[in-house]
């Protein structure tokens, strides 16, 4: 049981728990290109089951896919100034092709905003070419100092769609509608109870209007930016010139959105659900459903085990069998680390009374049942453990959200308690920049169904807004 | 029809025509980035059925994906020295991480044989851990002067497979069966009829012992490579110093394999497949199967309209329906461009017969059925047009391959026919170079089902080898 041992307890040290974690249950390798880690195949499945599932989201509501170059020239990047000044400080830059020396350096995209945009300019000429909605699945640059597997990378996977679209209206509701494919997805899939709300101007992404972000927040009490969608208004449409003509025959800038999410989600599954045995995943995300452990050789045992898989195949659950020659201690174990939603213990004794027995990764609970209900209980485990864990987290979250309406109260909070602070601001970035420097803490986004009638947790003048802050990943 | 008009004919101007269609149909688009091109969302389309289609197979026969870094240290890349000596002029250098140098330099990965074998070095003790079966579908650079979409480009869409494995044997099995995966896909999917085999030591993988190659012809008589598998001995596995105990208590060093395809098989379709109209693509591998063009908007055609979409939907048949405001005969035409295998017109006066039109893109044959049959008829139409694509195109490649047997007769053909030459050759390279300076044909891959009776057709001298020579893209 070495594996177990060998991962340090959350409580004593989150972040040694987290690589830990991360290492031993084969998602993630370090290379020797520093800054730059390889995804193993264990977490690389559960990314394709992210891609999946989102892509067909995306193509399901009009979305189609392309492939931007990757290099983006220093001047297509100092088009829009907001932006460049955001970016600039942290890509990569290509100075040499082969032994020739470029006239113009070019950086590696850390997102594709100019790109989309010079392409835009290109193809849009009427109405009749609007809404244009497109995405791109590919790897982008951001030249990080310290980084750490999922959370914070040179090399990033993700997604970016970028749109455009010939009313402000329709732009603003195009930025809403993916930031709810976003949060139906984390809740649903991932188990992960999100915050979704606008960020501060302070937060925002550079260049953009309102940036929308999804908060999810970690066993440790700290947030995770868990993706983003942004509204541009017409900004970088003026700035490259683009126009189209509208139905009423003028010349008109239309209206952009663009919205992303990344490999960091792999980060939340872990840090949400994770325990000190190793990562747990949700059965809707999970790379492998059922890990089926026949113990012994016997062949009642080995028949059984046949017997459920072949089940199981007919259900399309994905299961693996180990059959290595580990002891079933050990196998035990491993599978745990790797946070198989269920496990299926097939043994000499249980087969006498005609039954297997289930483990829950959530729980760890066992459960007994005759061999010819496996598949159908199966089924509901799943369901059941999905909405357990989703429950288990959003129960953690709630308790973990605090309400602070005076500063003294913040003060007090933001010493002892991690987790996020809900409170009152009155919109001024000087109360805003107080928190994050005597308290490391970010606003993470505006609650905008709440009505306020308090005043300023900094300053003490009236409200304007009702807010999350919170330390981040 | 100016959509037509403007393809310039292919006989007259072969590059032209490709550059025609590629644009028109809408599957590539030039950027402001030098040598990097978009691929569009209808181009993209195609190679997502490319990728999920190769990934089920590389999956059935048990590789698993990751994902390497994309940036390759030089200290990294010069271990192995055939291979930097083949590389290095071609690569493209970051040397700034924001507004700092870098202390070394990083190559963004025009391959990934050295970031696998160093990651392999770190897991590979036991062969227990053999076979590596693993495969990555990213993004290289290689630095190309001259680029034309698909075919030569700074940017490349791919897959690339790098395995480790115990024995020789099984490394050179890996290497062939994943050509044969490829060949396989090639005939059966894209519709072309590939030549495979082994290279010549000069034309092969830098670093490698074997390469094995698949070669297309195009309509021009002039070869393209369409993908490649290595077998690479033990060169890198010694230069990493990549060892396992083997079962008998040896040390010992493993043997490798990589192969790879990529968006340049788009290339091929368009320039075996296409026509004086536009692209056409091969069923099995076409985005949209069926475009559905409802002639004038009368309730009947509507009412069809709806009825067989119904029909194609329940047959999981991809179409589309082209219902814009154009006329019946530029939709025809952009349907022809766009090369959908079939294109289905419904229209009044073929209703009153209870019949509709369908129109194969291949022979551009017109049959009229009636309106029960269209699902049935379509299916067994989309394999009859599979294999006379594959018919025709390989009937066309076999007229164009000629049979040299001295070199005055390889002179005439070389200095007057398109194709490939079939020859002999004693397996010296001065000969091989005399042909390549002579004529620019380079050899293509050795037929080893052939014994050899003749002479070496440069030389005169016993040949060893029959080989094919061509021009290539």
């Not at 909605?133 to 970028?162: A, D, M």
């Not at 509608?177 to 501060?200: C, S």
């Not at 745990?336 to 939603?341: A, H, L, W």
């Not at 909070?413 to 005597?438: T, V």
Request: hydrophobic share 35%.
């Amino acid at each position: 049981m070495s594996l177990v041992k060998d991962i340090t307890s959350r409580d004593e040290n989150f972040a040694e728990w987290y690589t830990d974690v991360v290492k031993k249950a084969g998602l993630v390798d370090y290379s020797s290109v520093k800054g730059s880690m390889i995804i193993c195949p264990y977490g690389y499945a559960i990314w394709e089951n992210i891609e999946k599932i989102l892509d067909q989201k995306f193509k399901e509501t009009g979305h189609e896919n392309v492939q931007m170059p990757m290099f983006i020239p220093e001047s297509l990047l100092n088009v829009e100034k907001e932006h460049v000044q955001g970016f600039a400080p942290e890509v990569a830059w290509v100075t040499h092709g082969g032994s020739d020396k470029l006239e113009e350096r070019l950086c590696v995209r850390p997102t594709s905003e100019v790109l989309f945009c010079d392409y835009y300019k290109k193809i849009i000429k009427s109405y009749r070419d609007l809404p244009k909605l497109y995405n791109q699945w590919c790897t982008i640059v951001r030249w990080e100092k310290t980084t750490r597997p999922f959370l914070r990378s040179r090399e990033i996977l993700w997604q970016e769609g970028h749109t455009m679209h010939a009313t402000e209206e329709e732009a603003v509701n195009e930025a809403l509608r993916m930031l709810h494919i976003y949060e139906d997805f984390q809740r649903n899939v991932l188990a992960i109870p999100v915050i979704v709300g606008k960020k501060t101007e302070k937060e925002k992404f550079a260049g953009a209007v309102a940036s929308y972000s999804l908060e999810a927040m970690m066993y440790d009490g700290v947030a995770l930016q868990n993706g983003t969608s942004h509204y541009f208004g017409n900004g970088f449409a003026k700035a490259f010139g683009i126009q189209f003509l509208d139905k009423d025959n003028t010349l008109k800038t239309p209206y952009q959105t663009s919205w992303g999410v990344s490999t960091r989600m792999i980060g939340s599954i872990i840090m949400v659900h994770g325990d000190d045995r190793g990562l747990v995943l949700p059965p809707n995300i999970a790379p492998i459903k059922a890990i089926i452990i026949p113990i012994g050789d016997d062949e009642p045992v080995l028949n059984a085990t046949h017997l459920v898989c072949d089940e199981l195949k007919k259900l399309n659950i994905s299961y693996k069998v180990d059959d290595s020659n580990k002891t079933p201690g050990f196998k035990f174990a491993e599978a745990e680390v790797k946070g198989y939603p269920v496990r299926i213990e097939i043994g000499k004794r249980d087969l006498e009374n005609g039954e297997v027995t289930l483990v829950r990764r959530d729980t760890l609970e066992k459960i007994k049942v005759s061999m010819d209900e496996v598949a159908s209980c199966l089924t509901s485990l799943f369901d059941e453990i999905q909405k357990n864990m989703y429950d288990t987290a959003l129960k953690r979250r709630d308790q973990m959200i605090y309400e602070a309406n005076t500063w003294d109260e913040f003060q007090e909070i933001a010493k002892s308690k991690p987790g996020f602070i809900k409170s009152n601001w009155c919109g001024d970035e000087a109360c805003e920049n107080k928190i994050k420097d005597e308290f490391s803490m970010k606003s993470r986004c505006l609650i905008s169904d709440e009505e306020i009638h308090t005043n300023c947790v900094v300053c003490g003048k009236k409200a304007k807004y009702r807010l999350y802050f919170g330390k981040q990943y």
